[in-house]
């Protein structure tokens, strides 16, 4: 038996060494393994989340939203949690569309989830609900799904762009995702706590797109009636502004009710839409003149071991003629005149062969064969139109270049980029020139070519009374498994409105037609006709009124009282003397902060027709305050009741000014 | 010993009114994040209203809804070119 004292200093010993190794796990757990544990402990009562970032919006050149991103709700319930199931089950039944089976089933498992997505209003009446929770999520909609849906395109399930113009301006619509840390309970419930953003979302970019809503409606249904009427396989409808190459509405519609974005990536033989382009070569070359004969031949020629036909034989043709009544024979004739190389040079300058460089992900080149592939009457087809192969926006974009002084601009479907809440344009389209095609004065008279088409040639189911219309006919042999299918054409018809100074281009391409004529003078004709007086007819369509009542001399001098009882639709618009012309471009003023009404008068006094959107104090404009805009064309005023705090908050608000001409 | 028993009801004061901050801190955080997600959910519902009441204004105005009814109850058209006519506003009305 040891002293006392001995074991004393044993139990003290002892101590000691219980002491040290204490301290010494506390400076393992604390020091060594402190970030460790740290993380664990994190990681049992936080939980990082992701925090969407708000997709931009596609908006039509008007501001009208097409394309927009919404708060929608996964749904989770928790049975046991339910305080009254048969109550709330039938509550939960009635806003998810739930069958009395589905419930049932539900509140048989510990805790059922419906994925929806349901929208806000759907689970308004679900918040106060226990046992109910609610998952939200950031979902894409389209306002009206029918308007140019090929076009807008789609989001793939990972909630990337797809298709269309989605998956083009995905980095721009996308935005940037950010991260939160939350806070959870034993039983993993989170608890949301405003402190712990790591990184905010950063939301996408809007995009204002060329595309006009009306105009794209007006082309969706009279493209559904043509193909309805006709009973045809399909077709296309392109508008576009030629002294942008803006592109303002694309329909295109399918046998089978689909809308495949075929005026982009589907190829046709465009026949006597092209003809007009081996008269700018003969043109610009000087290989004919005005008063350059050849014979009709009697509606039927062969050459080169194959026979030329005429719908409608004429002795003898100048250009002009065989523009008009769209001679096979009198273009092949004179398209002898030009080289190979002249030939396929025009053709290519116009752009076709080759991308037109729009923002769609998928766009076809057509076939354009360079002259070391010709046969020997490659020549004359291509002056007809076939041995090429073109795609709607190609043809629009080469009768755009001839109602742009011979210009060939690049197309495109953005107007403007801006930053989220409209606080900034970061890009605005220019017009961008491609290559100079024909000289201002060739352009000018291929547009007469052009006028005399819808004046006295093929095109006169286009003609409009009071406005003169430029354009071409093209009814061509629609080739099915590398063949000529027998009684298979394709009707298209281009058409430059009006034909001095034009302001839009269509191009309306019919596949198939079965009932009726298959002739584009009786078939394509007039529903572009159709399309431009509707055109005229609404409010808000991208025309230029202005300019419009110089080109319409005997509309201003009829008075509408003498058409035995007429009811005339009146538009009215800001003056413009006929002897000003076409008047310069104004900037739009800065109205951001103003009342509404004084930035309405504003706008009418520098000569703006305005559309409003919204109430409360002006926000912005499309265009944007210091854009150029035509005297008389439509700005759109943005307001919002809470826009002034906003507005100050970017700077103060400018005084009101005066009107500056 | 009196001294030593101040500094230690000090001490526990301090600790006591640390806590309490830390505390009323903390409650009025969360009831500024329910707060905060009650306003988040007002306003996706409000944004959901607008939502849907502008999908319905569009398809009440679409061309689709509107002419057919103009034609069918009000007896209207679409008019022809000839029936539209562009007048002038007196320059007078700037």
Redesign the interface.
């Known amino acids: 038996m040891a002293r006392p004292a001995v074991r004393i200093q044993v139990v003290e010993f002892g101590v000691l060494v219980g002491l040290a190794l204490l301290v010494g796990r506390a400076a393992q757990v604390q020091i060594l393994h402190g970030r460790r544990w740290a993380e664990e402990a994190q990681a049992q009562r936080t939980e990082r989340i992701v925090l969407q970032a708000r997709r931009g919006t596609l908006s039509d050149r008007h501001g009208?939203?097409l394309a927009?991103t919404?708060?929608t709700y996964h749904v989770g319930i928790a049975p046991n949690e339910l305080r009254d199931p048969t109550a709330d089950g039938a509550l939960l039944s009635r806003r998810l569309g739930l069958t009395a089976r589905t419930w049932q089933q539900a509140l048989r498992r510990r805790y059922a989830y419906f994925a929806g997505p349901y929208?806000?209003?759907e689970v308004?009446p679900l918040?106060s609900v226990r046992g109910v929770h609610l998952e939200?999520v950031l979902n894409r909609?389209y306002?009206?799904p029918a308007v140019a849906r090929a076009t807008i395109g789609r989001l793939g399930d990972d909630g990337l762009g797809a298709s269309g113009l989605e998956r083009t301006l995905d980095s721009l619509l996308a935005g940037r995702a950010g991260a939160a840390v939350v806070l959870k309970d034993r039983a993993g419930r989170e608890?949301?706590?405003?402190?712990r953003v790591i990184a905010p979302p950063v939301p996408g970019l809007d995009v204002v797109l060329t595309l006009d809503a009306e105009l794209q409606?007006?082309a969706q249904?009279a493209l559904d009636d043509a193909l309805r009427r006709m009973d045809a396989d399909g077709g296309d409808v392109v508008m576009l502004d030629p002294g942008t190459g803006e592109v303002l509405a694309l329909a295109s519609r399918q046998r089978d009710g689909s809308a495949r974005p075929s005026a982009f990536t589907d190829t046709f033989e465009p026949g006597s839409l092209a003809k007009i382009f081996a008269a700018a070569a003969l043109l610009s070359l000087r290989r004919v003149s005005s008063t350059d004969r050849v014979s009709g031949e009697g509606g039927k020629w062969r050459v080169l071991g194959r026979t030329i036909t005429d719908d409608d034989p004429q002795p003898s043709l100048t250009l002009a003629d065989a523009i008009r009544v769209s001679s096979n024979i009198a273009i092949a004739k004179f398209a002898a005149r030009l080289t190979p190389e002249e030939q396929y040079v025009t053709l290519r300058d116009f752009g076709f062969g080759a991308f037109t460089g729009i923002e769609f992900p998928a766009e076809a080149t057509g076939r354009l064969r360079p002259p070391s592939e010709w046969t020997r009457p490659s020549a004359a087809s291509l002056a007809m139109g076939y041995e090429l192969s073109v795609t709607p926006i190609q043809v629009a974009m080469a009768y755009g270049a001839l109602a742009n002084d011979g210009l060939l601009l690049q197309p495109t479907l953005i107007r403007e980029v801006r930053s989220a809440g409209a606080a900034g344009v970061r890009y605005r389209h220019r017009p961008e020139p491609v290559r100079r095609v024909v000289s201002r004065e060739v352009a000018a008279a291929l547009r007469d070519l052009l006028r005399g088409v819808v004046e006295r040639g093929t095109g006169t189911e286009a003609a409009?009374?009071?406005?003169p219309v430029a354009a071409k006919t093209g009814t061509a042999r629609r080739v099915v498994n590398g063949r000529y299918a027998a009684g298979e054409y394709t009707a298209s018809f281009a058409a430059l409105f009006p034909a001095d100074q034009p302001q839009l281009v269509l191009v309306v391409k019919i596949d198939n037609p079965h009932k009726g004529s298959y002739f584009a003078a009786q078939t394509a004709a007039p529903v572009t006709r159709s399309m431009?007086?509707?055109a005229?007819?609404a409010r808000t369509v991208a025309l230029d009124?202005a300019r419009?009542?110089t080109a319409?001399p005997r509309?201003?001098a009829t008075p509408?009282d003498d058409?035995g009882g007429?009811?005339?639709?009146?538009?009215?618009?800001?003056?413009?003397?006929d002897s000003a012309g076409v008047g310069p471009r104004r900037a739009v003023p800065d109205v951001a902060g103003f009342g509404m009404r004084e930035a309405v008068r504003t706008l009418?006094?520098r000569?703006f027709r305005v559309a409003l959107r919204g109430w409360g104090v002006a926000e912005h404009t499309w265009p944007a305050a210091g854009d150029s805009a035509a005297a008389g064309s439509m700005v759109t005023l943005f307001a919002d009741p809470y826009a002034a705090a906003r507005v100050r908050s970017r700077g103060p608000a400018p005084p009101p000014r005066g009107?500056r001409r | 010993m009196a001294k030593g028993r101040h500094w230690v009801a000090l001490w526990l004061v301090a600790f006591l009114v640390t806590t309490w901050l830390v505390y009323a801190r903390q409650t009025a955080?969360?009831r500024?994040?329910?707060e905060?997600?009650d306003l988040r959910?007002r306003r996706?519902?409000l944004?959901?209203?607008r939502?849907?009441l502008?999908?319905r204004i569009?398809?009440a105005e679409?061309?689709?809804v509107l002419v057919p009814r103009a034609q069918a109850r009000l007896g209207l058209h679409?008019?022809?070119?000839?029936?539209?006519?562009?007048?002038?506003?007196?320059?007078g009305?700037?």
Request: hydrophobic fraction near 40%; charge should be negative; aromatic fraction near 8%.
């Open positions: 009208t939203p927009v919404q708060e929208s806000a209003l308004q918040r939200s909609f306002p009206d608890y949301e706590s405003p402190a409606e007006i249904r409009l009374t009071n406005f431009l007086e509707q005229l007819a009124r419009l009542s319409a509309a201003a509408a058409d007429m009811v005339p639709y009146v538009v009215p618009w800001p003056y413009q003397p009418h006094r000569g009107p | 955080a969360y500024a994040a329910r905060l997600a959910a996706a519902n944004d959901g209203h939502a849907d502008e999908r569009r398809a679409s061309r689709a679409l008019p022809s070119d000839s029936e539209i006519v562009l007048v002038p506003a007196p320059s009305s700037r």
